[in-house]
């Protein structure tokens, strides 16, 4: 059974960009949520997503979208970066939500 | 809503001493309540959760946590520290199915001292 898989490991970009960061489900997982781990912070809720369907948003704004693919794969797209979205991007998959297991994090740096 | 306070950011014990890391919670329903583990530059692993049942919690690793309502706490113990428990611990709270997500503390640093 492989865990949960997030690429890439790190990441620079400038400010005004775009990125896309991708993970990878557990095996047997429908339920994918990412999060935003600010340094010395504890992760904020960006979203979640159940069977391809948005269905639970934290306070972030449009910029930051989503999408869940049939296998339960997930894309995290930020428009327009801004230097206050560095940060380690955390991806947790789970079974119908509750118990969620996390990725090891993809660090965007935002220059 | 809900939200979740750990009393000190850093928390210093010898070896061998008992752990005790501090978490109070606000929730509008009952809340089911998490602690996590994170080594670093690692992801989060679950020590262990609440969500009904005995409020006495045991986890991973000889962790364990009580679930007190009329304190709105849910502190994580251990006995007896190890070197390998230094990490940042978060305390996280979620009103259940998942679909608002897990609300995180800020987390405590757990130093242990030889």
């Known amino acids: 059974e492989t865990g949960v898989t997030q690429s890439p490991t790190h990441l620079i970009k400038t400010r005004g960009q775009q990125v896309t960061l991708r993970c990878s489900s557990q095996?047997?997982?429908?339920?994918v949520s990412w999060y935003q781990q600010a340094l010395g912070q504890g992760p904020q809720f960006i979203f979640q997503?159940?069977?391809?369907?948005?269905?639970g948003r934290g306070n972030f704004p449009p910029r930051f979208s989503g999408l869940q693919f049939p296998n339960y794969s997930s894309e995290l797209n930020v428009n327009a970066l801004e230097l206050d979205d560095s940060a380690l991007y955390l991806c947790?998959?789970?079974?119908?939500?509750?118990?969620?297991?996390f990725g090891p994090g993809t660090r965007l740096t935002v220059l | 809503a809900q939200s979740v306070t750990q009393l000190g950011s850093h928390v210093s014990v010898s070896e061998g001493a008992l752990v005790l890391l501090r978490c109070n919670y606000s929730?509008?329903?009952?809340?089911?309540l998490f602690w996590y583990v994170q080594y670093p530059n690692q992801g989060l692993q679950l020590l262990l959760k609440?969500?009904?049942?005995?409020?006495l919690v045991k986890g991973i690793n000889g962790f364990e946590a009580e679930f007190k309502k009329s304190e709105t706490s849910f502190h994580l113990t251990k006995p007896s520290a190890h070197m390998s428990d230094a990490a940042e611990y978060f305390c996280?709270?979620?009103?259940?199915?998942?679909?608002?997500?897990?609300?995180f503390g800020k987390g405590t640093h757990l130093i242990i001292q030889p």
């Open positions: 947790a998959s789970s079974l119908e939500g509750l118990r969620q297991f």
């Open positions: 095996s047997g997982h429908n339920t």
């Open positions: 997503y159940y069977r391809e369907e948005e269905n």
């Open positions: 929730s509008s329903v009952p809340p089911y």
């Open positions: 609440y969500t009904t049942g005995a409020t």
């Open positions: 996280a709270v979620s009103t259940g199915g998942g679909a608002d997500g897990l609300t």
